[in-house]
């Protein structure tokens, strides 16, 4: 059974610093971009990042540039997300996704992806 868990969220103050971290179990994706997605109350869930097969290539969100980055663990078949100077509009739910298919292409749709976390909470409070 394939898992991908999110930890690390919770509550942090606007100019604060989290990381997340996603763990995935089950099988391995050491050859398969990795996502992750936010959503807010009432809002579509969100691209906020991906990194390519290898941790070669990362890709952000035009809001998160320059704030936040990825990383992954292959070894560990872990990937993570840096998240400095937070805003209030960060706030939102944060999954992370793993894809089978291979390549880059179509990254920042969640309908290409294959496997999703559970979420983790961010909260940044002004």
């Known amino acids: 059974q394939v898992q991908l868990v999110e930890s690390g969220g919770g509550l942090v103050q606007a100019g604060g610093s989290l990381r997340l971290s996603c763990a995935a179990s089950?099988?391995?994706?050491?050859?398969?971009?990795m996502g992750w997605f936010r959503q807010a109350p009432g809002k579509e869930r969100e691209f906020v990042a991906a990194?390519?097969?290898?941790?070669?290539?990362?890709y952000y969100a035009d809001s998160v540039q320059g704030r936040f980055t990825s990383s992954r663990d292959i070894a560990k078949n872990t990937m993570y997300l840096q998240m400095n100077n937070l805003k209030a509009e960060d706030t939102a739910v944060y999954f992370c996704?793993?894809?089978?298919?291979?390549?880059?292409?179509?990254?920042?749709?969640?309908?290409?992806?294959?496997?999703w976390g559970q979420g983790t909470q961010v909260t940044v409070s002004s």
């Open positions: 996704a793993a894809r089978t298919r291979p390549g880059v292409g179509g990254l920042i749709s969640h309908t290409t992806y294959d496997y």
């Open positions: 089950g099988r391995t994706f050491s050859n398969n971009a």
């Open positions: 990194i390519s097969w290898n941790g070669g290539t990362t």
